[in-house]
């Protein structure tokens, strides 16, 4: 797998938030079209899962994604330690 660097992660997250600005502009929602609304909502939501191509997070902290799976490797054999009998 490849990391990106910091830059190349602001880059590709700004894509998604230009992806949703631009779909304003493409679904025109408007009260008069409620469908619009409708049709503007699924795709912004379809784009929010995008984000963790790149980063991750833990509900309070971002990590790039080499930091995520080092964090959980930490955390599996620190419960394997736990669990493991010593002799």
Known sequence: MEYLNDR???NKLWSILDDIDTS???FKPSDDNID???RFYKYVMSKVPERFKYLASDGYNLFTLEEWRMRNIDSIMSDIERNTPSN
């Open 8 to 10: 190349e992660i602001a």
């Open 36 to 38: 619009s609304y409708k």
């Open 24 to 26: 304003s502009d493409i």
